[in-house]
């Protein structure tokens, strides 16, 4: 089986790509600005100390997703390429460690198979998660639990209160928290001050932040990896043989369109992501065997649910051949693929116009259902 | 005993940085030129097809530096965000393959520590490579060489004629080549055309090009690793799990910046390099005590020999305190620390003027030798 991102290779150079995640609409008005001071960036970030731009960029990032509380100061926030080279870093130390990790199921495929190589996973569920019960944790005695929040591809997360129950329970059975909130910029309801609940019940964390997943920017992003005072020397160390700084002027781009967003480029991202999924809600709304799983969810990638895998599948390949790329489910079950054969995973963060012609060849290709005996083959 | 990088990075902030191998000199009218234009190249990336554009900017980097025959239109050459990115992508397809590997020593930390927590790892001196000497690597009975050339710290590179000698009793034993080529940019001995060698002996072979350390532009940096035939699916896989593309905006600086190069930055690098290795060399060359262990070397990295551990290591420390940070030599003999004693290593990819004002201190600081108690202490 091919990974999901072997798959959004493919679709790279598809007529329609809803394939990856990635931002690909078209640039507010204000990150336009920003994108026509790129030679003053460079000269700015050029001009000043690495560490003072570093700091600065990682406060605006983090404070316009509410994250105040972010051990910025204590040397606890490491700036890496992105958050699978993150997670990359992340695999090593749990390594060293020894861990077994309980890890969210489903989700994006390339966590797991980064994870693999280093250390023995166990699937847990979001369900599970939700109540804080590690005692479902059972056979494989995790010594660590991750978790992708919001999660991808369902925008199922860890609000608050969940949080503060878990990073709780996991204190008491002293177990490494790690949590990739790639997501956390599409969702409100992730923007509470995760380092406040996290810091106060003592838990042992790593925490990836992305800034990949929301700008349209030809892929200049970084990803800050925050981690609780005992994991300082230990994951710094980690981070020190793959990389000695990041760019100055990525740091620069950051730090202006996390301004941006705080200014109001963040409402405008919401809308642009909550005017997508209606789209999609409303474009499949009276085709009969189609479901959306996930009403609820606010982040950049949509789930459909389908009578069948062999219609889900039908309607990939179709689609595919319409010109409209998206992605299959299976890979985001790692632990069991057929749990998610039903499910096609499509990506909103698209123009407007992009998004509609797509969601027309997809009722086109829904609408034509194909014969009973094909689809149950 | 702190990794290289760690060292380097607390060197960031020093009045004089002589610590890391990136490029900290001025930009040339040339590189100035392409600077002024980032939002015009930010434009014309987005403006194209993802496939294009990278082929065009790696054929631009590959064939400036003489790699005309890499199999660019084959799908096998790959672009990462950095050289060490590149390593760690190698290093889960050195697990999977469960290869034992014979690593050149001395060389950067970094490498050995990225492989160790996939691979087992033995050294290999540059001498036993240079002979193509396979039967020296005895003991642990590897399935894979990994060989940096140029080698940093030392500047020691395998020639056309002792690359052919290499991967042809590579290929005879059914040994994978691995090649770290960043520093190939700074030795014309090292710019034959490599991928036709290669080809020619039918080794199973990846190579890791580098553009990061040539050009000082805030970092913004590709690898590109191109392997044989055989490997390509089960690298290709590897890349995937890490990421799906790099920025086409970096891509097309880059472009630009290897067009640069052909077309006179590389002499003009050549020239500050030996300049500023000439200065070096100028300035221990009356001071008792210090040897120049690589006088043929033209890598952006110097080393200076002195007579015992304990002094190289007063110089270092109290060079530190004028300001002025270089690395030790312990930590590139991974296998054997106290090889390295005698050594620092300098690095010279500087505008002059900083390098003289380094060397003016270097001076002042290795001429007031300790008393003999407290050298030999």
Redesign the interface.
């Given at each position: 089986m091919e990974?999901l991102?072997?798959l959004?290779?493919v679709a790279?150079?598809a007529p329609i790509n809803l394939a990856?995640g990635?931002p690909r609409h078209m640039p507010t008005d204000g990150q336009r600005r920003i994108?026509?001071?790129?030679?003053e960036l460079?000269?700015a970030?050029?001009s000043e100390?690495?560490?003072q731009l570093e700091q600065r960029a990682q406060r605006a990032f983090l404070d316009s997703l509410g994250q105040r509380s972010a051990p910025l100061t204590d040397g606890r926030v490491f700036s890496l390429?992105?958050s699978?080279?993150a997670t990359?870093v992340l695999a090593?130390c749990l390594?060293?460690r020894e861990a077994r990790v309980a890890l969210i199921h489903p989700t994006f495929d390339?966590i797991h198979?980064?994870l693999s190589?280093?250390v023995v996973l166990e699937p847990v569920a979001e369900e599970a998660l939700a109540e804080a019960d590690l005692g479902r944790l059972g056979r494989g005695a995790p010594t660590c639990l991750f978790v992708t929040t919001p999660n991808n591809p369902t925008g199922w997360l860890l609000d608050q209160e969940r949080l503060e129950r878990l990073a709780s329970a996991c204190a008491a059975a002293g177990h490494l928290l790690c949590l990739d909130t790639s997501f956390r910029g599409f969702d409100r309801r992730a923007q509470f001050d995760s380092y406040d609940v996290l810091e106060r019940t003592g838990v042992d964390y790593v925490v990836i932040e992305d800034t990949g997943k929301l700008w349209p920017?030809?892929?200049?992003k970084l990803a800050f990896v925050a981690v609780s005072a005992g994991l300082r020397d230990e994951f710094?160390?980690a981070v020190?043989?793959?990389?000695?700084?990041?760019?100055?002027?990525?740091l620069r781009v950051v730090e202006e369109l996390a301004a941006d967003a705080a200014r109001g480029g963040l409402e405008r991202l919401h809308a642009l992501i909550a005017r997508n999924r209606a789209a999609t809600l409303a474009a499949v709304d009276d085709i009969e065997g189609i479901d959306v799983p996930d009403p609820d969810a606010r982040v950049s990638v949509c789930r459909l649910r389908f009578e069948s895998a062999a219609e889900a599948d039908r309607v990939r390949r179709e689609l595919a051949g319409a010109g409209v790329h998206v992605l299959p489910g299976q890979q985001f079950h790692w632990a069991d693929p057929a749990q998610g054969g039903r499910d096609l995973r499509l990506a909103v963060a698209r123009s407007p116009h992009v998004m509609d012609e797509a969601l027309r060849r997809l009722r086109h290709v829904a609408s034509r259902r194909s014969p009973v005996g094909e689809a149950t083959r």
């Open positions: 990974s991102t072997e959004e290779q790279l150079a990856d990635h994108v026509d001071r790129l030679t460079f000269d970030a050029e100390a690495f560490e390429y992105s699978s080279v990359t090593t390594l060293r390339n198979d980064l190589g280093a920017v030809s892929e200049l710094g160390h020190r043989d793959v990389l000695l700084s990041v760019s100055p002027f990525v």
